[in-house]
């Protein structure tokens, strides 16, 4: 089963930046969507960003210009760096990765970013 396994979450003031990792156990071509979603408080899981086939990005509107995520193919990490960052961002983060085709996607157990002062 795919291992999904996220970090650098944490406390940061408004404004702040915060980065975080995602250690994959499989290779990134293994999968055609690589990608980040998150939970807040009260709210239903929303996509945040991701990587897609061809290697072109996707945001949401509301992080667009502020987060930018990235990957790399020998360390099996994809990373979510998070700039100008505001109290809407606080939630639970979640890694994910979707297999081509109706294949299946997976999670990590996610990690915690609050944005306060």
């Known amino acids: 089963q795919v291992q999904l396994v996220e970090s650098g979450g944490g406390l940061v003031q408004p404004g702040g930046s915060l980065r975080l990792s995602c250690q994959i156990s499989?290779?990134?071509?293994?999968?055609?969507?690589v990608g980040w979603y998150r939970r807040a408080p009260g709210k239903e899981r929303e996509f945040v960003a991701a990587i897609v086939t061809g290697g072109n990005k996707k945001y949401a509107d509301s992080v667009t210009g502020r987060f930018t995520i990235s990957g790399d193919r020998i360390k099996r990490m994809v990373y979510l760096q998070m700039n100008d960052m505001n109290p809407e961002d606080t939630a639970v983060y979640y890694c994910?990765?979707?297999?081509?085709?109706?294949?299946?996607?997976?999670w990590g157990q996610g990690t915690q970013v609050t944005v306060s002062s």
């Open positions: 499989e290779m990134l071509s293994n999968f055609n969507v």
């Open positions: 994910n990765v979707k297999r081509p085709g109706w294949g299946q996607t997976y």
